[in-house]
């Protein structure tokens, strides 16, 4: 009878340590597949320090950055730090607005631009959402996620000598920072 038991508890010994052992490599795995928890240091701590006032508005792209970009620089106010529907609820014509500038379309605050009512990205960006500061990250895989490509916006912002660039991280050069030039 005793050595069914130690049978037992070997059989039960080896599946736990099995166990753990398999979730010790997913957490390994899945750790190692994360993007840095400090990716966009350089360009926050770059904000902070060459705004001349607190409080600067920084243009995002994505909600997702704003997380990081607040826990490095939490001086700054920055655009679309939550999901951009929660914007649509609130105010349409900046959602509208912030969409199209994002996708690279003619930029009007409704859903459907009629002709000759549109503008620049660099007028609404800087009159209308009064930013001093564009970030920008073109990657467009981080760790194992795929990110969704914003070409169209960073095609805008580098064609426009009004947007100047005046920061790109070194250890992640698809990471940049403009400034509204006034």
């Known amino acids: 009878f005793q050595e069914k038991k130690n049978l037992i508890a070997k059989i039960i010994l080896g599946v736990i340590l ?9 957490l390994t795995e899945i750790h190692q597949s994360m993007p840095a928890f400090d990716r966009y240091k350089g360009a926050a701590l770059y904000i902070k320090n060459h ?22 620089n939490n001086s700054e106010l920055y655009i679309m730090g939550m999901d ?3 914007t649509l609820h609130a105010y349409p014509k900046l ?8 996708n690279g379309e003619p930029i009007c605050p ?19 959402f009064l930013a001093k500061y564009i970030f ?3 990657a467009e895989k981080i ?7 914003n070409k169209m916006f960073t095609d805008q912002i580098m ?23 006034s």
């Not at 243009?59 to 970009?69: A, C, G, N, T, V």
């Not at 959602?95 to 994002?102: A, C, D, E, G, T």
């Not at 760790?143 to 490509?149: L, T």
């Open 51 to 72: 705004s001349v006032d607190k409080n600067e508005i920084v243009f995002i792209e994505k909600f997702s950055q704003y997380p990081q970009l607040v826990f490095f």
């Open 136 to 138: 920008t990250d073109s």
């Open 18 to 26: 099995m166990y753990a052992t398999v979730n010790f490599a997913l």
């Open 143 to 149: 760790g194992v996620y795929n990110m969704p490509s």
């Open 159 to 181: 064609s426009d000598s009004r947007f100047r660039e005046v920061y790109v991280d070194s250890k992640y050069p698809e990471i940049r920072v403009y400034e509204l030039s």
């Open 84 to 86: 951009s529907v929660f």
């Open 110 to 128: 409704t859903e459907k631009c009629q002709g000759s009512s549109t503008t620049d990205a660099y007028t609404i960006i800087r009159d209308g």
């Open 95 to 102: 959602y509208w607005l912030y969409n199209h500038i994002m």
